[in-house]
């Protein structure tokens, strides 16, 4: 009687597991995915997009236009430049891939809804002036993905600009763009230029 409960506890033994792990393959295919960002701009990546305007405006201090979309950032989401911000930047994957699911879409900052709160004045713009008297900033944004437990996050920034040459010639140029990573200490937001890939104009 022992020996056969012996042996129906062996043959019993690796179904469950099998069970286990078949439930566990099914949870991971449910939640273990490329995350979905939401249909809008959320408070907390207007909040990052404040965090950072507020210090590159120290020293930027011409007058600054920000793009009413976010921008694409084909280029820096690249198979090289992805792997170069996780193996060199030490930017997760399951923040990477979200913005690389993206493609060519674009949502609007509503600035009706949701003003950035930056030290400087600034005009939102559906693109880079075409002319201008005065040096300025033009700045873009792309979306934000944070980790599941709000502590970590990605994004990339655009900036580009005109400033005063000789005479009233204008001269331009000099942006680029670059992966931004964040992570939360006490409670703040730590934002750094992640390494690894970025673009120079």
Known sequence: MEDAARRRTRKTRPAVAWRIAVVLMLICMAGCGVQQLPNQITDDEYALYSAWLTRYSRNHPEQLYISQRTAVFDELLSGNCSRALHDQGKVPWSLIKPLQALGDAQYMLREYQHRLDVPVAYTMAEQMPLSSHEGFTYVSFSRVVFDRAHSEALFFFAHSGCEKGSGTQMVCGGGGAVA???????????????QGCMSVE
């Open 180 to 194: 931004l990573h964040a992570i939360k200490r006490s409670g703040q937001w730590q934002i750094e230029p992640a």
